[in-house]
């Protein structure tokens, strides 16, 4: 019994590290999805800015020429930070479901243990009583003869 419930409890932490493995390689295979995804969509907002800053760049000197090239930066800057929280934004989650996934599996691990344990505790407990009061009864039978 002690043998068996040692071997649910390795096996159980087995599965878990190699559950904890596969969710950290899926959760990494999509975060790099969802990286390319956004850089393939950073590539296209540069060059539509680069695009319109060249169209601006024609105009002659002047304030609205300052004004527009200097929004287009503005404009530029916080479209591709936004892309880039979006990563951020896309490691998080995936960071945050990994700690979920191995607090819960830490914690029915924990679990196992202590019932395990508890369990043992029992037997043990149990087999003690068992030749305690078998020897008491020996010892009746001896003294009963």
Known sequence: MVFATQAASLAMADSNVARKEWMAGDAEARVAAMTEAVNAE????NAWFADQMEWANKLYDSYYKEH??????????????????????SQDLADA????LCDKLDAEQASLDSFNQLTRDNLFANNAALVENTTAAAQDLTDAS
Do not use: C, F, H, M
Not at 97 to 100: E, F, V
């Open 42 to 45: 950073k590539d296209k907002v």
């Open 68 to 89: 527009l090239l200097e929004t287009l930066a503005t404009k530029l800057a916080n479209t591709l930070d936004s892309l880039d929280q979006r990563i951020t934004a």
């Open 97 to 100: 479901a990994n700690a979920d």
